[in-house]
């Protein structure tokens, strides 16, 4: 089992910027890809930004450029460094794990709110 706790969120106004951090515990040698996914209301989760052991990321095309996902495999924790954040961007952000060798073991965070204000 794994335990995600994510932290970072809150209000902030178009422009501006946020880092949302997220922990693992628990059974960390499993740990493969971590990433972010976000859920807006009435919206479907959609992938944000997800990086690989070996440091490979893959972003979404709507943060390109803006977000930047980091990862310390030391601290068990990886980061969303979140700038000229837009009112679209406002959502929920979930931290996401996945099995280094059953990939389609996943775990989740509970997630933490951003909102961006026009």
């Known amino acids: 089992q794994v335990q995600l706790a994510e932290s970072g969120g809150g209000l902030v106004q178009a422009g501006g910027s946020l880092t949302l951090s997220c922990e693992a515990s628990?059974?960390?040698?499993?740990?493969?890809?971590m990433g972010w996914y976000r859920q807006a209301p009435g919206q479907q989760r959609e992938l944000v930004a997800t990086?690989?052991?070996?440091?490979?990321?893959n972003y979404a095309d709507s943060v390109k450029g803006r977000f930047t996902i980091s990862r310390d495999l030391a601290k068990n924790t990886v980061y969303l460094q979140m700038n000229s954040l837009k009112p679209e961007d406002t959502a929920v952000y979930y931290c996401?794990?996945?099995?280094?060798?059953?990939?389609?073991?996943?775990?989740w965070g509970q997630g933490t709110q951003v909102t961006v204000s026009s």
């Open positions: 996401h794990s996945r099995n280094r060798q059953v990939e389609s073991v996943v775990y």
């Open positions: 628990g059974s960390i040698f499993s740990i493969g890809t």
């Open positions: 990086m690989t052991r070996g440091s490979t990321t």
